[in-house]
């Protein structure tokens, strides 16, 4: 069993950075992909980034690439998302998401949830 706590959301103006941490609990977090999604009022959960177990491939949505940097440390069991030049439309509640499945951009691809912290960007 695998429990994930996220960290660091708050209100940013646009422009600005944040970064998230999501700490896990148990000594298998280093055999996890570990990914960030994220959901928006009235919309649907939508992949945002992942990192393989050993950090060695990143993933990222279309929509976030170039401007947000996922990261892992496994000696920590933290996983983190760094977002810069950050947009109105970044603002909703992200949810790290632990797992071990081939594919990393799909809900069901996750075993375990966090319980999620609010990002809001202002104009």
């Known amino acids: 069993q695998v429990q994930l706590t996220e960290f660091g959301g708050g209100l940013v103006q646009a422009g600005g950075s944040l970064r998230l941490s999501c700490v896990a609990s148990g000594r298998t977090f280093s055999s996890y992909t570990m990914g960030w999604f994220r959901q928006a009022p009235g919309k649907e959960r939508e992949f945002v980034a992942a990192i393989s177990w050993s950090g060695g491939t990143t993933y990222y949505s279309d929509s976030v690439k170039g401007r947000f940097t996922i990261s892992r440390d496994n000696a920590k069991n933290t996983v983190y998302l760094q977002m810069n030049s950050l947009k109105p439309e970044d603002t909703a509640v992200y949810y790290c998401?632990?797992?071990?499945?081939?594919?990393?951009?799909?809900?069901?691809?996750?075993?375990?949830w966090g319980q999620g912290t609010q990002v809001t960007v202002s104009s």
């Open positions: 998401a632990g797992g071990t499945s081939y594919y990393v951009k799909r809900q069901r691809d996750y075993d375990y």
